[in-house]
């Protein structure tokens, strides 16, 4: 018994996949359900499994191949069994693969092909061990041209030698290969298309690798008269997935015609919604989660934004299919909440946080991140107070949330402090027109400002859910070294007052009280559970200026793994107003008016 083990197929839209390891060598032994490989796609990554037991007997792709869903990737038998004919079926499969791109034949095989080949294919391994990886048919080019794969550079897939490289080293060299821009850019910028590294399909060069080359030549370089020099600290490669992410936001990027809007809505009532339908409902609910039943009625308000835009056609949709964009280490990733216009909101909550907890672990598969018609990502955990989102392609329109932030506004003469929720809406001024645009966030803005009708029977407005007090304190200083300070639900002596806090000290702790409520929001969104959080801020010297503030966050997490809490805590610091105030480049204006 015995089987090829081929690169599995993780969803309709695969076209590639890469191995990034092997979790066993040649000859080891594995059970059924063991894991053999892992691979990553465009947009996920997952582990291949024995589906018999035996021995993994041969290879036929290195780490970083990328190839073709459907492609062998090895053989697994029984120790003693012939495998000659998996063998043979498996080499026959690497020839003849279909390209992954744009590339011929032979570069296609070439990401599908590896050193390994049967003891009856020694003659040609060894013709193109000295030159690296080439496929079956240049090996046995070089044979019949006579020519030494060692002097042959690759211009398939991962520098794989291909039929056509083979055949132009004993021919001399040929026109480079570069497409119509590239040379049109080429010509613009005077760059030699024979220098240019191309990262094309089968290495033909882009207008990027022009442009990049272009730019490169402009820089500064170290010369005997002196000058800035460059010392390389690491390369980074494209994985899969990122290389995928790249391509989708430059495709959006150059096609859609890109226009943001910007609005800034009150979040009071917004943030009493969230307060009171987590208290309300048996659910844990958040901003997020009523910021999306409010997205879903706009979407009901104008249904031209909840489409896609594919071969010159506007296609708009019934269900409110909502991607919603995590930050993973890999890049950003859209997850689906599907039809939110049909679920509850304890509904939207439960399945935002379950979607954002496996993504986050990695758990998430193709069919998570199938069917989005609209597109939410959320910089303001990271403290971005504007930004303009790129459309995710094929849909028209993504929403950009922002850092909660202080306004000053006048009211009947007398100016007051309110907090706001920036968004901004990027759209495609192909599909949709700015005016649309325009009542579309008005739309969405009045369904923040009011969003109690949207929600369940069950969450009841609050007595100051649109009537909070600023955050504005006065502090006062009568004579000597006391005084008072005074704010909102807080009236208290300060200094010299016996028992009563110094000016550091209500600073100290209000950089505690924010971190903790930080740190404890991030947590939240990405559904760790955390007990108490207490922080602690310590300023030194006891006395005179401060030189230094050491804090200490203690979190009740027994289940969290570090390298989350790590992330929790750093997140928190970020977004944490208070400690934005402890920033050199901030700026201080001080005047000064007779009372």
Not at 451 to 472: N, S
Request: net charge negative; charged share 30%.
């Amino acid at each position: 018994m015995g089987y090829v083990v081929r690169m599995p197929k993780l969803g309709l839209e695969m076209e590639e996949g890469v191995l990034l390891d092997w979790a066993v060598e040649e000859g080891d032994s594995v059970d059924v359900d063991d894991v053999v490989a892992e691979i990553e796609s465009e947009k996920t990554s997952a582990e291949v499994e024995s589906r018999e037991g035996g021995v993994l007997r041969r290879t036929f792709l290195d780490e970083g191949d990328a190839v073709a869903p459907g492609t062998p990737m090895g053989i697994i038998a029984d120790p003693d069994a012939d495998i000659s004919d998996l063998v043979a079926e498996a080499e026959a499969d690497l020839d003849d693969a279909a390209p992954t791109s744009d590339s011929s034949e032979e570069d296609a095989a070439a990401a599908r092909s590896a050193e390994s080949s049967t003891e009856s294919d020694t003659a040609a391994a060894s013709a193109g061990s000295a030159g690296g990886k080439a496929t079956p048919r240049a090996r046995k080019r070089a044979e019949e041209l006579g020519v030494d794969l060692g002097t042959v550079e690759g211009s398939g897939p991962e520098g794989a030698i291909t039929a056509d490289d083979v055949e132009a080293a004993e021919s001399g060299p040929e026109e480079v290969k570069a497409s119509p821009r590239a040379k049109q850019r080429a010509e613009e910028f005077g760059v030699d298309l024979a220098g240019v590294s191309g990262s094309g399909p089968g290495g033909a060069v882009t207008a990027d690798d022009v442009e990049a080359a272009a730019e490169s030549a402009s820089e500064p370089t170290a010369d005997a008269g002196g000058g800035a020099t460059r010392t390389l600290a690491e390369e980074r490669a494209f994985g899969g997935m990122r290389r995928s992410i790249a391509n989708r936001l430059g495709e959006s990027y150059r096609n859609a015609v890109h226009v943001t809007e910007h609005r800034e809505p009150d979040a009071a009532a917004l943030r009493a919604a969230a307060d009171a339908a987590d208290e309300a409902l048996e659910a844990d609910v958040s901003m997020p989660d009523v910021l999306l039943v409010a997205l879903s009625a706009a979407l009901d308000d104008h249904p031209a934004f909840n489409a896609t835009f594919e071969e010159e056609t506007h296609r708009l949709y019934e269900e409110h299919n909502v991607c919603v964009a995590v930050d993973i280490d890999e890049g950003l990733v859209t997850p689906v909440v599907p039809d939110v216009g049909a679920k509850s909101l304890s509904e939207i909550a439960e399945t935002r946080r379950e979607i954002t907890r496996r993504t986050l672990d990695g758990d998430y598969t193709m069919d998570d991140l199938r069917g989005g018609t609209f597109t939410v990502t959320n910089l303001g955990v990271l403290g971005v107070e504007s930004f303009d989102p790129i459309i995710n392609p094929p849909q028209i329109a993504i929403l950009g949330v922002n850092a909660v932030s202080e306004r000053v506004t006048m009211a009947d003469g007398t100016p007051e402090s309110r907090r706001v929720l920036p968004l901004d809406l990027s759209f495609d001024h192909r599909v949709v027109d700015g005016a649309d645009a325009a009542r579309f966030l008005r739309s969405l803005v009045g369904h923040i400002e009011d969003p109690w009708p949207l929600l369940p029977e069950a969450v009841t407005p609050t007595d100051d859910a649109t009537d909070r007090p600023p955050r504005l304190a006065t502090a006062t200083t009568s004579e000597g070294m006391a005084g008072t300070v005074r704010a909102p639900d807080l009236d208290h002596g300060y200094g010299a007052n016996d028992g009563a806090p110094s000016p550091v000290d209500l600073f100290l702790s209000s950089l505690s009280a924010c971190l903790s409520l930080s740190v404890r929001y991030q947590a939240d969104i990405r559904d760790v559970d955390v007990g108490s959080i207490e922080v602690t801020a310590d300023g030194e010297p006891a006395t005179g200026s401060v030189e230094r503030i050491d804090v200490t966050v203690a979190i009740d997490a027994p289940e969290a793994a570090d390298e989350t809490l790590d992330r929790v805590v750093e997140l928190g610091e970020r977004s944490c107003h208070v400690a934005e105030l402890l920033r050199e480049d901030l700026p201080m204006e001080l005047t000064w008016e007779r009372a």
